[in-house]
């Protein structure tokens, strides 16, 4: 049985964690695109003030773990900080990250925290719906978070159209569940997320606000973070989900990836039946 993908078949996402990353290093390059979360950002204190800082420390960050898990090259297209507007509206632009040079097999968006800190506390913009967006041109696309998700998957598939996606819910934690004004938001924009498999073609949700444990749990807290944010455990703890998350879905679908081989190329093999090929679906 050693060749069967899924010996279990009722197995859930996150049952088994791979510390390898077990079949997403089939993708040789993947891009992050997030805030905090991405950018292995750890919590100081200021010595003087006793106020927190805050450290982008990316050789931390769960896609480095998770690059030297699979042996893939991994980008960082984050920031502390980041949300889906922001990202949007210049800061892809000035670093280069639409560049054909860092262009990937495949992206993980794991945005949303500050887009709902944003939304509920003024700054930003309305969650919206994946009602909002265009699959074939975002430039129709309000200016909602979910209409800045499907701008950015949008101009990404122009550039890599047979990349796979990776979006990835808000996980849950503490804030939620003491304010339910802020959990209406979270569940509103991961109900969005949810749905984007649904317009664009190679997309599977990374639903861990689903099938991860509360970020608030009191074994979590104690083992995995470091003031608001993760310690080099948690990120590497994260590393595992994704990189687990997304060996789950290939095994449960292998024929969607027989041809990730030929990302970025001309090639394609049109005789094999059990696979899809990457402008098909």
């Given at each position: ?46 010595p003087e003030t006793g106020g927190k800082t805050y450290h ?120 939620g569940s003491t304010n339910p004004a802020r959990q209406a ?34 074994v979590f807290v104690r083992s995995y973070q470091l003031g ?54």
């Amino acid at each position: 049985m050693i060749f069967d993908p899924c010996p279990d078949k009722n197995e859930k996402p996150l049952d088994r964690l791979d510390p390898t990353g077990g079949f997403s290093a089939i993708f040789r390059t993947i891009g992050c695109i997030g805030d905090s979360l991405s950018s292995g950002e750890f919590e100081g204190t200021d010595p003087e003030t006793g106020g927190k800082t805050y450290h982008d420390t990316f050789e931390y960050s769960w896609g480095q773990f998770l690059g030297r898990m699979t042996g893939s090259k991994v980008w960082n297209f984050s920031r502390g900080g980041m949300s889906a507007r922001e990202y949007w509206n210049g800061f892809a632009e000035r670093h280069g990250f639409w560049g054909n040079d860092k262009l990937c097999d495949a992206y993980i968006i794991a945005l949303g925290v500050n887009d709902v800190n944003k939304a509920l506390w003024g700054g930003g913009v309305g969650i919206g719906s994946a009602d909002d967006i265009d699959p074939t041109n975002g430039e129709n696309n309000p200016e909602t978070v979910l209409g800045y998700y499907g701008k950015i998957i949008t101009r990404l598939r122009q550039s890599r159209p047979d990349a796979f996606f990776f979006p990835v819910t808000v996980p849950r934690d503490h804030r939620g569940s003491t304010n339910p004004a802020r959990q209406a938001l979270e569940d509103q924009l991961n109900e969005g997320i949810r749905r984007l498999p649904d317009l664009f073609p190679r997309t599977y949700v990374l639903d861990i606000a689903r099938y991860a444990p509360p970020f608030d749990e009191d074994v979590f807290v104690r083992s995995y973070q470091l003031g608001g944010h993760l310690n080099p455990m948690g990120y590497l703890l994260f590393a595992r989900m994704i990189g687990s998350y997304i060996d789950y879905i290939i095994r449960h679908n292998m024929s969607d990836f027989k041809q990730v081989g030929f990302i970025g190329t001309p090639w394609r093999n049109t005789k094999d039946t059990g696979a899809y090929l990457p402008d098909e679906k």
